[in-house]
């Protein structure tokens, strides 16, 4: 390995250089104008932790139909079907890492710090697992997969079944899975997600089947007072630019025909008062999905005691100079109630 200088080391020098404004820096670190996964899953009462050797969930996936109506003296008939049924998925880690020579601290000391030289290496190797954490949140894993998680494709599956069918939920598995963190979707349909193609971005098409989508997964917990894993309703739509775009046009085109289905606000397009918001990461699926996403059912669960786990070494071996901190999370991504979520989409493909 290279002898590394004062001079040799890019960090050290763009940070003790004169005139950048003390303490401060432009952040370019990516080409993401907004990122989703970690700031809308891993907030208060948006994330959970658990033990054991997978993500678990229960679902109850029917009622008895013991309910009756009868008359005077009339016999019991006493029901106990199975409505119980219970969902997993692995664990998953991830990894990132930065160091530092206890050199490159001293050339950066005051008076020519401009920036403190550990901070940015901490903030670069945390902006590389932020970006890491969006692209596979927007991705699902082949079923071979035993390292990468389970993101949205996953969980809310795209179909190219017409949207009169099942009334929409047709969402079942993704491609070459049989289940769906271990629940058949035909043996237990209600275990699926609102999944219908379009065709063109129209009043009678996209937004018919958008509007019908935002009703048909509104959905309501059957008994009150019931315990849920739901933390709330907080839906929100994404889709790529191609989508909003010509969305955008629609808008500026519109009449009184298209009425309050579609409109306008602060520059966002709005459907049933709910915007629709840019994914980046969605420019590269040629489907041009909506992925209709409620917070209060999507989540992720963090093992305990291992999440953002900081294990740093005083001196790395091989190199005495140098410290380095690892920060490890084992975790998953899941979804405990797939019928409120949806997906319309031109065709059923993925992008790799």
């Keep these: 390995m290279p002898t590394l200088t004062a001079t040799g080391i890019a960090d050290l020098v763009s940070t003790t250089i004169n005139e950048l404004g ?6 370019l670190m990516s080409d993401y104008q907004k990122t989703e996964a970690l700031k809308r899953t891993v907030k208060k009462n948006k994330m959970t932790f658990d ?32 409505v119980m049924a219970t969902g997993a998925v692995d664990w998953r880690h991830i990894t990132w890492n930065w160091g530092l020579d206890r050199r490159e601290v001293k050339f950066n000391r005051s008076p020519r710090k401009i920036v403190d030289l550990t901070k940015t290496r901490r903030m670069a190797a945390f902006g ?26 996953y969980w809310i599956v795209k179909s190219n079944t017409a949207h009169t069918t099942n009334d929409g939920f ?17 043996s237990q349909p209600r275990w699926r997600n609102w999944a219908c193609q379009y065709t063109a971005i129209t009043k009678d098409d996209l937004i018919r089947k ?13 008994v009150d007072g019931m315990s849920t894993y739901n933390t709330g309703d907080d839906l929100s739509m994404y889709a790529n630019y191609n989508t909003i775009s010509a969305l955008e046009e629609l808008l500026e085109d519109q009449n009184d025909d298209l009425g309050s289905d579609l409109a306008s606000m602060d520059g966002k397009v709005i459907v049933r008062r709910t915007p629709i918001k840019f994914m980046k990461e969605l ?23 291992e999440w953002m786990y900081e294990t740093m070494l005083d001196e790395v071996p091989g190199q005495h100079t140098v410290s380095a901190v690892h920060t490890d999370c ?23």
Aim: glycine content about 8%.
């Design 330 to 352: 084992t975790f998953n991504w899941f979804c405990r109630n797939r019928r409120r979520n949806f997906v319309l989409a031109t065709d059923t493909t993925m992008p790799a």
């Design 283 to 305: 420019d590269g699926d040629t489907t041009n999905p909506i992925y209709g996403i409620n917070w209060g059912e999507f989540k992720t669960m963090g093992l305990r005691g």
């Design 22 to 27: 003390e303490l401060k820096m432009t952040d």
């Design 210 to 222: 958008l509007r019908k989508a935002l009703v048909y997964t509104d959905f309501e917990t059957l």
């Design 51 to 82: 033990a054991g050797p997978r993500v678990e969930f229960n679902l109850i996936t029917d009622h008895n139909d013991s309910a009756r109506f009868v008359g005077l003296y009339a016999q019991d008939v006493v029901n106990v079907p199975n």
């Design 128 to 153: 590389s697992a932020i970006i890491a954490f969006e692209k596979r949140f927007w991705r699902s894993p082949s079923s071979d997969s035993t390292t990468l998680p389970h993101g949205v494709p």
């Design 170 to 186: 047709n969402g079942t598995v993704p491609s070459g899975y049989t289940d769906v963190a271990g629940i058949n979707p035909t």
